[in-house]
């Protein structure tokens, strides 16, 4: 099963030339789940994977930059005719936010589900799990874990059969935790394999909750507002700096750190190199690249491009924007 983050827009509170506001389209499957919509979202998946058929809409909090351009993309869906309903969720005050907007872009064709959340609540989907929990930002704030359970283990067909097992519904049996014909289901069949865990921190200081979220995870996608030099305008408005979000990486465990909510002070490559003097597994995603998860027996998650990926498309390569060489690691 296919799992990737397509970055959207990785500024933080003001646009740039080169950044949008923050948004972060979860790809699993066919399933397509979308990370705060700041304003121009729509335009930016217009301009690069098309406006896809978005299920679930996730909230971190309520500062503009973080939503302001879901009122805007729920009316193209509605312009464009959609059937299919849509979820979102977010934390104590959703609704509140939602009835706003729904008197600025007037009734759906389709049905908005609106959900609020508590930490600790989790949304079931199709094989995977998105749970809430507590950040420290100003007012309240969420960050999510997306988790998939763990798979069982691989099976040894050939060891089974050496074992005396035919092959048939034995295998199935023993697949399924029986014992058959005296071979037990843990001699050929090796341990659970773990699920993909992706861990997103919304705005958000250093914190406990979050260290504790991001245990293990295959990526830790981690706002970065601020270099070091500024961790006193960091801690005055709840934000993190690169070190620091190196550092909680390190602390959790994780795989690959992606550093996102860049503020306008910084095009990349300074809050790369402080980051990874901390935590040398550390990408700084700019706008419309990827992160593929492979599942852990068939690799490591790993930065695409936008520049790569298009040029490898004749189709998207029209609308590729140009390289920055600035932001190139």
Not at 276 to 304: N, S
Request: glycine residues 10%; contains cysteine.
């Amino acid at each position: 099963m296919d799992l990737s983050l397509f970055f959207a827009g990785t500024a933080g509170s003001v646009p740039t030339a080169r950044r949008g506001l923050p948004a972060l389209l979860v790809r699993r499957g066919g399933d397509k789940l979308l990370f705060d919509c700041g304003e121009g979202t729509q335009r930016q998946l217009l301009r690069t994977v098309g406006l896809p058929e978005i299920g679930a809409v996730f909230l971190t909090h309520f500062h503009l930059d973080h939503w302001l351009g879901l009122p805007g993309m729920l009316k193209s869906f509605d312009l464009r005719d959609r059937q299919s309903p849509v979820d979102l969720f977010g934390p104590p005050g959703t609704r509140e936010v939602m009835a706003i907007v729904a008197r600025m872009i007037g009734r759906l064709g389709f049905e908005l589900a609106v959900s609020e959340m508590e930490a600790g609540d989790h949304v079931e989907f199709d094989g995977y799990d998105v749970q809430a929990f507590n950040v420290r930002h100003r007012g309240r704030a969420f960050g999510y874990a997306l988790v998939e359970p763990d798979r069982p283990g691989r099976f040894d067909r050939q060891l089974a059969e050496r074992l005396g097992v035919a092959f048939g519904p034995d295998f199935g049996r023993l697949q399924r935790g029986e014992t058959v014909n005296g071979v037990r289901p843990e001699q050929v069949v090796g341990r659970p394999r773990p699920g993909r865990r992706v861990v997103l921190s919304g705005d958000t200081a250093p914190c406990e909750m979050l260290t504790a979220a991001a245990h293990e995870a295959d990526v830790l996608v981690h706002e970065a507002t601020f270099a070091d030099e500024e961790r006193e305008r960091a801690a005055q408005t709840q934000h993190s700096t690169a070190r620091q979000a190196a550092a909680l990486a390190s602390q959790a465990g994780v795989r690959l750190l992606a550093l996102t909510h860049l503020s306008t002070r910084y095009g990349g490559r300074e809050i790369r190199d402080e980051a990874r003097a901390v935590f040398p597994a550390t990408v700084v995603p700019r706008d419309f690249d990827t992160i593929e998860i492979p599942f852990r027996e068939k690799g490591q998650p790993h930065l695409v491009r936008w520049e790569t990926r298009a040029s490898a498309d004749a189709g998207q390569a029209a609308t590729a924007p140009p390289p920055d060489p600035l932001l190139r690691s």
